[in-house]
Structures are given as C-alpha cells and as structure tokens.
C-alpha cells in the first residue's frame, strides 16, 4: 500500500521489482482511501498521477466527487519508447542521466540556466527513486490506452495543460477535455510541472473549479 509520500515506486511507498499497470496504481488509490476512511474524494492528478485520476474517474467513480487532469493522457507511445527507458534506468550505474532527461521534460529554460533550489529537489527526487520503481511506472505508462474509455467519465472534471509541454502535449489536454461530458479545459503558458512553474495560476484554477 502506498503512503502520502508518493505512489507505488516513489518516496517512501514500496517499489517491487517488475512491470506495473494503471489497474494497480488506481487499486493503490482505492486501497489507500479505504484504510483512512474516506469515502469520496476530489483527486488532482497531475502526469503519471492523471493517468491514475483517469482510471479513477472511469472505474471507481463512485469515490470521485470531482476531477483533476493536469499535464497528462490518455495514451503515450510508442511502446518501444517506454521499453528502451526501462533498459536503460535498469542497466544505468546511477540515475543522473536519467534524472537530467526528466529535468528538461519537466522545467522550462529559464529554470534550468542556473542554479535553482526547486529544480535542484526535483532532481534530488529522481536520484533518491528506486530504478526498479521508476521501470515499473514506465510499464504502466507504456500499456496504457485510455482513448476509447475516458469518454465514460461522469464526475465534474477539469483538465489542466501546458502550452509548451513537451511530454503530455497541450494537443492531449485538449483531447481527454473534449472526450469528457461537460469537462472544463485551462492552458497555461507553462511546461509541465504547471503547479511549480505557474503556482498562483495553476492553484487559482484548481481552487475556482473546486469551489464553483
């Protein structure tokens, strides 16, 4: 089970070695919510989080009061992709490179010219995350294709996505937004860690929606 301090292969939940699916990650969630109590929840889930959001909002939507999607989708490919990362954070002596690649992904330009604290936590992060765990969540990335299914979700839902983000294109924001009955879609000028880089606008719209 995992703890508040990260999903299956993160922070101080377990990391079993081998492949995850999203159906785990999200009975992780639901397992989670059972052993607190908690009946219904409003879930923010922003990347890998999102895919497990969409899960959630799809199979378990009775626990669902209302919905989050930030910097994510439905589907990432191709799976050779995916394989190829999971080689290689497996066979890697440390995770620096690997590390480095995220921090790209992640942070725009002007955080990554120079020395920044907050970049700096976020790649001690990645260094201190288990390869086992970080391989496992590639896999449940890599075999998941929510295209056809996310239209099934009924909880009130807002969908978050970065101008400039180059993993979950805005592209992909605008498509789970436009598969959700009724789902509202906010763009920020922003990469991916839209709640890092755009803290004021990411939080203002994540609080308007939740109190609306």
Not at 52 to 61: E, M, N, P, R, T
Not at 133 to 144: H, I
Not at 189 to 206: D, I, K, Q, W, Y
Request: charged letters at 15%.
């Amino acid at each position: 089970m995992p703890d508040l301090s990260g999903l299956r292969g993160h922070g101080s939940s377990d990391a079993p070695a081998g492949a995850y699916s999203l159906d785990r990650l999200g009975r992780d969630v639901l397992e989670l919510l059972d052993a607190l109590q908690i009946a219904r929840v409003h879930f923010c889930g922003l990347s890998l989080g999102g895919f497990v959001g969409q899960w959630l909002g799809i199979h378990a939507s009775e626990r669902i009061e209302r919905l989050i999607l930030s910097n994510t989708s439905p589907h990432l490919g191709p799976a050779s992709y995916f394989d190829e990362q999971i080689r290689t954070v497996l066979a890697a002596s440390n995770m620096s490179a690997t590390a480095d690649m995220f921090m790209h992904n992640w942070f725009p330009a002007s955080m990554l010219a120079g020395p920044n604290e907050t970049v700096d936590a976020f790649r001690a992060m990645v260094l201190a995350t288990p390869p086992q765990g970080l391989a496992g969540c590639f896999a449940a990335v890599r075999d998941c294709d929510l295209r056809r299914t996310v239209s099934l979700i009924t909880a009130p839902t807002l969908v978050i996505g970065g101008e400039d983000d180059k993993v979950t294109l805005a592209s992909h924001s605008e498509a789970i937004a436009a598969s959700i009955p009724g789902a509202t879609l906010t763009l920020l000028p922003g990469v991916h860690m839209l709640n890092v880089e755009r803290p004021t606008e990411f939080m203002s719209a994540v609080t308007r929606f939740l109190l609306n």
